[in-house]
């Protein structure tokens, strides 16, 4: 069926339709888990998606979604971003109790996150070594996050 689909990719409005692109995707999983792709639901998946892999925060999303001159409220932000996480279109990454950054690379990860700038990387899963305890036969693991929290050493070369 993707065969045919692909073979469809035709220019409209010199704009290419392009069936695998990140928005495309996220676009049919939502429609195919039985959620109405709302006007703003399609607005911040196309705003999401658009920039390939990236963490945002949701008041930066907020903050891209008032530039290209929509309104969508903080609380549909919020909502729309819990709704993606539950689908798996996107993860969050609590960095700290206050701040939760929405990661729309759902390919498994690691995180380097530089707490003094607020800045976040991703790290390969095999740069990591990990030692896990086995997990009990009634358990299944479901997934692993790791983020390793560096702080910028500018400060102390000032004392
Ligand atoms: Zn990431």
Known sequence: MYSIVYNLIMKTDSKVFDPFSAYNIALRKIEESGIVPTKQRRILAKILFQKGNRHISAENL????????????????????????????????????????????????????????????????????????????CLTLHNIDVIVRVRSLKDNKKS
Do not use: C, W
């Not at 206050?98 to 990387?121: F, Q, V, W």
């Open 62 to 137: 907020f903050d891209e979604v008032k530039k290209e001159d929509r309104k969508i409220s903080m609380a549909t932000i919020y909502n729309t971003l819990k709704q993606f996480t539950n689908l798996g279109l996107i993860r969050e990454v609590v960095v700290d109790k206050n701040k939760s950054l929405y990661d729309t690379n759902s390919k498994p990860h690691y995180h380097l996150y530089i707490e003094d700038e607020g800045k976040i990387h991703d790290i390969p899963t095999n740069n990591i070594n990990l030692d896990l305890p086995s997990i009990p036969a």
